[in-house]
């Protein structure tokens, strides 16, 4: 009888976890180049029970399932698809590869959110203040920033206020041999996480490296569609769990009261 209930609750917590993933998908749809949770479920360990059939010695070994758990928690790397931008200072990555940005202190983080903006210096800044790293160097009072121009490969040029051509440097990208055990933070930035190996850059466009796309961000790879179906499902599921672990713990009551 408690096995049964050890089952029925580590269902329980097994899709109330499944639930919280899909909600949280669900809230993240519209978030630039967020990356959908998914959940890996694994087996708790089995319980070897000695199965007596008739009145003979010994007998078969059976196994007894303990329920699910959740394993793990995986970022699903998939992209989201390009949608156009007004602004010439947001950009996206078509292909592999992460933006690098600090935030001044040392910090050092990844993106694949270029929603980026120019400051009164002419860096290129996140919305939460980070800098695009390598800097560039666009001088805003001799640069005229409407005139922005940034190549597929990440080479970026603008046209000085007299109308002289003037490259501004290039964009690198970075990237990882297991890019999804990044850490994610807020704001649409990763944490480096040593699992996820030695940290590449590159040139966009080289060496697998996606590349460049300006004027245009990229989208959730959320399937709406599909999450609601999970969510639905999970739900369910969880009535079914809590209704078995309600029955478990009746008949477990009553087994205490029966007379000896």
Do not use: H
């Not at 964009?171 to 944490?191: K, Q």
């Amino acid at each position: 009888m408690l096995s049964a209930m050890d089952r029925s609750l580590s269902g329980l917590i097994a899709r109330q976890a499944m639930i919280d993933v899909a909600a949280d998908n669900i809230a993240n749809i519209n978030t630039t180049a967020f990356k959908k949770n998914e959940a890996i479920f694994g087996e708790l360990l089995y319980d070897s029970l000695r199965v007596r059939r008739g009145p003979v010695i010994g007998g078969e070994t059976v196994q007894s399932g303990r329920g699910v758990k959740i394993a793990a928690l995986t970022k699903n790397q998939l992209q989201g698809s390009l949608s156009p931008s007004e602004s010439r200072t947001n950009l996206a990555i078509q292909g592999k590869g992460f933006f690098r940005v600090s935030d001044g202190r040392g910090n050092v983080f990844y993106t694949r959110a270029g929603t980026f903006q120019l400051d009164s210096e002419g860096n290129f800044v996140t919305p939460g203040g980070e800098y695009l790293e390598p800097r560039l160097e666009l001088d805003v009072e001799k640069i005229d920033p409407r005139s922005l121009r940034i190549s597929p490969a990440g080479q970026v040029s603008g046209l000085s206020y007299d109308g002289e051509d003037v490259s501004l440097g290039k964009i690198s990208l970075y990237y990882f041999t297991n890019s999804a055990t990044l850490r994610p933070l807020a704001g649409g930035l990763l944490a480096y996480a040593p699992a996820a190996g030695a940290i590449e850059v590159g040139s966009p466009g080289e060496g697998g490296l996606g590349t460049i796309q300006q004027g245009f961000q990229e989208e959730s790879n959320v399937n709406l569609a599909q999450e609601l179906v999970n969510l639905i499902r999970a739900q369910r599921s969880l009535q079914a769990n809590a209704r078995a672990l309600t029955t478990a713990e009746e008949l477990w009551a009553l087994s205490l009261y029966q007379p000896s």
